[in-house]
């Protein structure tokens, strides 16, 4: 069992910077994957990020590839998306999923968290 809440959202011009981070709790946090979801009003949630269990590799859609970077502590048990550059088509609820499925399938993940708002002005 993992339980994960997101922090670190918030309003910020296009342009800006934000840094996202989601603590875990759970004793099996290491073996997971762990993934960033986002959801625009109106719009299915979409694939962000996703990094393997031991850090060694990540995956980016399309639209935030070298924007974004995902990162994961696992002594600390936390993951973190930095977003740089970030544009008004970024803005919605991000969320934190942990999974051990294919990285960009919202299927393939176990564990959500309740979601951190992200709006970017223009």
């Known amino acids: 069992q993992v339980q994960l809440v997101e922090s670190g959202g918030g309003l910020v011009q296009a342009g800006g910077s934000l840094r996202l981070s989601c603590a875990a709790s759970?004793?099996?946090?290491?073996?997971?994957?762990m993934g960033w979801f986002r959801q625009a009003p109106g719009k299915a949630r979409e694939f962000v990020a996703a990094i393997s269990w031991s850090g060694g590799s990540t995956y980016y859609a399309d639209s935030v590839k070298g924007r974004f970077t995902i990162s994961r502590d696992n002594v600390k048990k936390m993951v973190y998306l930095q977003m740089n550059s970030l544009k008004p088509e970024d803005t919605g609820v991000y969320y934190c999923?942990?999974?051990?499925?294919?990285?960009?399938?919202?299927?393939?993940?176990?564990?959500w968290g309740q979601g951190t708002q992200v709006t970017v002005s223009s």
């Open positions: 999923a942990a999974g051990t499925g294919r990285y960009s399938d919202e299927n393939e993940y176990d564990y």
């Open positions: 759970g004793r099996t946090f290491s073996s997971y994957a």
